[in-house]
């Protein structure tokens, strides 16, 4: 059995400062700091049981009404009374996935939380967090460990901190203008990048073009994909697992509709010559492209998580992946119309 360990306050100390170097300050300004950092260190060196490391979640301090978690979340919640178990003891039930321990700190017992459906991906626990006004923190059956809060999701890939802000927090920047295309639509192929693809290293480059008739340069090698629509749920668990097998660029119509997959992006002369190369060969024709098809928003998925947005051969948006690439902070142009 899985031995308890006490981390000693310098131990949780180093924790703090590491957090607050990529951007997530935990200095017990706010009462549900201490208990975060609890459940952040446990997370990271949870207790190991015969080579085995076990997948872990709570919620940390949520603060809406527990009547609203249910509809706001479309999930079945039962809540379980810890009784007289410590949070080490009241840990080993707590999955990450379909089970969650609740840390209220000093306000309150602490409980478990049952979900009718596992809902453990970075995009439940984004939603999640936002509906019960709380603290995610994760360690996934995978490994990664996330911590998701309104500072949007901090990522442990076992060799460094990521940070994602929330898509809201710069999506208006994004869609500011009319021209480039439906909000909600835009706003979807964000989340998907952010919470589908960077959170599992899958490198993409999406483009969607609300003007379809613009003349834009392209070779389409690959048969034409079924019509696996952005906007809809149930269609974004075959279009990651494709994007996942194939290069190139996909191709997403003014309703968010995928029209072409693995396409080689093929720049202008004029593109070529005016548009300084960015980043590597991936992001480097994203910004050609767009440069070439000016009413496109491109969105390029790094293999290592963070995600570019490109429009009229510029910066529009930027995510950096972590302390080394500034802190984690969300850079934006907001000079692009």
Do not use: N
Not at 29 to 42: G, L, M, Q, R, T
Not at 111 to 136: I, N, Q
């Amino acid at each position: 059995m899985g031995t308890e360990r006490r981390p000693t306050p310098q131990q949780l100390q180093r924790l703090v400062e590491e957090l607050a170097e990529v951007g997530l300050h935990l200095d017990g300004s706010e009462p549900w700091h201490e208990v975060a950092v609890a459940e952040i260190d446990y997370a990271l060196r949870p207790a190991v049981h015969e080579r085995r490391i076990p997948s872990f979640g709570a919620i940390v301090v949520p603060t809406a009404d527990p009547t609203r978690w249910g509809p706001a979340t479309g999930l079945a919640i039962s809540r379980r009374p810890v009784g007289d178990r410590d949070a080490f003891r009241a840990r080993r039930y707590a999955d990450g996935v379909s089970s969650w321990l609740i840390r209220r700190g000093d306000d309150g017992d602490d409980e478990w939380a049952v979900f009718d459906r596992p809902a453990g991906s970075e995009r439940d626990l984004v939603v999640l967090a936002a509906a019960l006004g709380a603290v995610m923190v994760q360690r996934h059956p995978a490994g990664p460990v996330r911590i998701v809060g309104r500072f949007g999701v901090f990522r442990w890939d076992r060799m460094s901190w990521h940070h994602e802000p929330l898509v809201a927090d710069w999506i208006d920047t994004v869609t500011a203008c009319a021209p480039h295309g439906d909000h909600d639509v835009v706003q979807m192929l964000l989340e998907f990048a952010v919470h589908d693809l960077g959170s599992r290293g899958i490198g993409a480059t999406l483009v969607f073009r609300p003007d379809d008739t613009l003349v834009a340069s392209f070779d389409q090698r690959l048969p034409r994909p079924p019509p696996l629509d952005i906007c809809d749920p149930s269609d974004l668990a075959p279009l990651r697992h494709v994007l996942a097998q194939v290069d190139g660029a996909t191709l997403f119509d003014e309703a968010g509709v995928m029209r072409q997959i693995g396409v080689r992006l093929v720049p202008s002369i004029e593109a070529e010559a005016d548009v300084e190369g960015y980043r590597g060969m991936r992001h480097t024709a994203a910004r050609r492209y767009s440069f070439d098809d000016p009413h496109a928003t491109v969105i390029v998925v790094s293999e290592d998580g963070p995600v570019t947005v490109l429009r009229k051969g510029e910066l529009l948006g930027a995510s950096t992946s972590s302390a080394a690439d500034g802190g984690g902070d969300l850079a934006l142009d907001t000079d692009v119309d």
